[in-house]
């Protein structure tokens, strides 16, 4: 699958643009981890008296329209969106490589499985995600679950894909002959070599949560109001656009940058993981 002799993370941090992509997510991955030690005031504090501030030395980013700091609720805020991104892309990668290796290696399952992921295709994503969400509430497992599930056929087809062709190889031939079990086989044998390329389509999932988190945090169906996302953020600060635009442009800022660094890192990861892109090399 891959096409040299060097490892494709290796591959990714020769790349100049992959590499500051990569330390540019490891950093704001520190920065939400570290939250608690940078962030200058209470993110949650209300200060009616500092309502709406421009960025000053006591408020680097401003403030919104209750008086919070905006910079210390948008290192707090990449805690949740990116936690959200990071589990969601989890959660569909372990999800669609289990049902994609069953449906592609054991043959009564696929027509099974596969109907499935046809049915949830058929739906628009936006509609299966609110429809989801409003059936199981708006809560961290119901907000995981809906933004998860419209992404989850892609991977379990992906691997189904990859399981089809993999399972004709001499090497798995070999292993069937020497009467080695299915799911030896499957863990042993096929996974790791469909590993990269569901890994890319994994980046660009997490990528296309933290957005979808945005988007249902901001019409009030996503994270909770009280938790500092950057879709919060950014419905709290529609209101007061024009007159504080700095509300919505720093958590917008951030999202873009975020979605934007994880695209360009799974882009590159693609390239080197597909001897077929870039001319084979």
């Not at 891959?2 to 920065?31: E, G, H, K, M």
């Not at 200060?47 to 700091?69: A, E, V, Y």
């Not at 569901?198 to 990528?207: P, R």
Request: aromatic share 8%; with cysteine.
């Amino acid at each position: 699958m891959i096409n040299s002799n060097q490892r494709w993370y290796i591959q990714l941090l020769q790349d100049p643009l992959t590499a500051c992509a990569l330390f540019f997510v490891l950093l704001f991955c520190l920065t939400a981890i570290a939250a608690p030690l940078i962030a200058i005031h209470d993110p949650a504090l209300l200060n009616p008296t500092s309502r709406l501030r421009p960025p000053s030395w006591d408020n680097w980013f401003g403030t919104d329209q209750l008086g919070r700091d905006v910079f210390s609720r948008a290192l707090y805020g990449a805690r949740v969106s990116l936690a959200i991104g990071a589990i969601c892309g989890l959660v569909v990668l372990v999800t669609g490589a289990i049902l994609g290796l069953l449906a592609g290696y054991v043959r009564w399952l696929d027509t099974v499985i596969m109907a499935v992921m046809d049915g949830l295709m058929a739906v628009p994503a936006v509609l299966l995600g609110v429809a989801s969400l409003m059936a199981i509430g708006s809560n961290t497992f119901g907000l995981i679950f809906a933004i998860s599930l419209p992404f989850l056929p892609e991977i379990t087809r992906l691997t189904r894909s990859l399981a089809l062709t993999i399972r004709n190889e001499p090497f798995v031939e070999a292993a069937v002959m020497a009467g080695t079990g299915t799911a030896r086989i499957l863990w042993r044998h096929i996974l790791p070599n469909a590993v990269a390329p569901l890994i890319v389509l994994t980046s660009y999932v997490a990528a296309s949560s933290i957005i979808a988190e945005a988007i249902l945090s901001f019409i009030g169906i996503g994270t909770p109001p009280e938790l500092p996302s950057w879709g919060n953020m950014i419905a709290d600060g529609r209101n007061s656009f024009q007159r504080a635009p700095w509300v919505i442009f720093v958590p917008s800022t951030f999202l873009a940058l975020v979605v934007l660094a994880i695209n360009i890192i799974g882009d590159r990861m693609r390239d080197v993981t597909d001897p077929l892109s870039h001319g084979g090399h």
